[in-house]
């Protein structure tokens, strides 16, 4: 498996780049911050960036936890990954990560000031330094619930002079408030979840209508209320389940948001 690493200081738009980096120099995987991404899906890890701590973090993307090793070893194996872009703030740490990892020496490294401008990386650190924004190279639905609670939102650009470059790099990103920020949390809008969670019901056959939606926050997730109409004749418990199911599954998926209860009551059941 060739190796190969992709390195700049903390902040500087590593992780946004990524995706173009690794595409124009044939890297079918990357990892990043405790994560190995391949064709924008995590496939394994989990992420850095939801420690308690920095230091935590620091030891985390490291791969210093020889399970987390050992993770990452399998599923490479399992991947049949040709080519790895190690992401890091130094030689130092691409290399120990390498070593980590079981993987061979590092054959090629990407500097960031190779693929950004000095204004570009300004701009990069100032996201990260003055607004704590952290950038993840795969789409919003991949983060899953790591993250609930810090989520902030989707990112295609946010820097319009790269929107003539490769264009298959314009894969989702998401940005991140870690846990040990500590500027605030960000929260989806209501009206994503209402529309995600009418989405996914509206695909049980047995569902008529749905009549009205409430959507309730609380600290450790959001309850749903869903008055609906249903089939006469279907068998109510188990279509109320598969709704249930469907909307909190697909909402937990897609936003990365708890859903703690979907509560169904059913106004009418029509022929």
């Given at each position: 498996?060739?190796?190969?690493?992709?390195?700049?200081?903390?902040?500087?738009?590593?992780?946004?780049?990524?995706?173009?980096?690794?595409?124009?120099?044939?890297?079918?995987?990357?990892?990043?911050?405790?994560?190995?991404?391949?064709?924008?899906?995590?496939?394994?890890?989990?992420?850095?960036?939801?420690?308690?701590?920095?230091?935590?973090?620091?030891?985390?993307?490291?791969?210093?936890?020889?399970?987390?090793?050992?993770?990452i070893k399998r599923s490479l194996k399992k991947h049949n990954i040709k080519c790895?872009?190690?992401?890091?703030?130094?030689?130092?740490?691409?290399?120990?990560?390498?070593?980590?990892?079981?993987?061979?020496?590092?054959?090629?490294?990407?500097?960031?000031?190779?693929?950004?401008?000095?204004?570009?990386?300004?701009?990069?650190?100032?996201?990260?330094?003055?607004?704590?924004?952290?950038?993840?190279?795969?789409?919003?639905?991949?983060?899953?619930?790591?993250?609930?609670g810090y989520f902030l939102h989707p990112l295609r650009r946010f820097q319009k002079?790269?929107?003539?470059?490769?264009?298959?790099?314009?894969?989702?990103?998401?940005?991140?408030?870690?846990?040990?920020?500590?500027?605030?949390?960000?929260?989806?809008?209501?009206?994503?979840?209402?529309?995600?969670?009418?989405?996914?019901?509206?695909?049980?056959?047995?569902?008529?209508?749905?009549?009205?939606?409430?959507?309730?926050?609380?600290?450790?997730?959001?309850?749903?209320?869903?008055?609906?109409?249903?089939?006469?004749?279907?068998?109510?418990?188990?279509?109320?389940?598969?709704?249930?199911?469907?909307?909190?599954?697909?909402?937990?998926?897609?936003?990365?948001?708890?859903?703690?209860?979907?509560?169904?009551?059913?106004?009418?059941?029509?022929?």
């Amino acid at each position: 498996m060739k190796v190969i690493a992709f390195v700049g200081p903390s902040g500087t738009g590593k992780s946004y780049r990524s995706v173009m980096v690794s595409q124009k120099y044939g890297a079918d995987a990357i990892i990043d911050d405790g994560l190995l991404i391949s064709h924008g899906k995590v496939i394994a890890g989990t992420s850095a960036k939801k420690e308690p701590t920095k230091i935590a973090s620091v030891k985390h993307a490291l791969f210093m936890r020889s399970y987390q090793a050992a993770d990452i070893k399998r599923s490479l194996k399992k991947h049949n990954i040709k080519c790895l872009m190690i992401l890091g703030t130094s030689d130092g740490m691409v290399d120990k990560i390498a070593r980590n990892i079981g993987v061979g020496k590092i054959e090629y490294t990407i500097r960031i000031e190779d693929v950004a401008t000095d204004d570009e990386i300004k701009m990069a650190k100032r996201m990260r330094t003055v607004e704590g924004k952290h950038v993840i190279p795969v789409p919003t639905f991949e983060i899953k619930k790591d993250f609930s609670g810090y989520f902030l939102h989707p990112l295609r650009r946010f820097q319009k002079n790269l929107d003539t470059e490769i264009a298959s790099a314009e894969a989702d990103k998401s940005i991140v408030r870690p846990t040990f920020s500590y500027m605030g949390d960000y929260v989806i809008s209501d009206r994503v979840i209402d529309a995600v969670a009418i989405y996914e019901a509206e695909k049980i056959r047995e569902l008529i209508k749905i009549q009205n939606i409430n959507l309730r926050k609380t600290g450790h997730g959001v309850h749903i209320d869903m008055t609906v109409i249903l089939e006469y004749g279907c068998n109510i418990f188990d279509v109320c389940r598969k709704i249930q199911l469907e909307v909190k599954d697909n909402i937990e998926c897609y936003t990365s948001v708890n859903v703690r209860r979907v509560n169904i009551l059913i106004k009418n059941l029509v022929n």
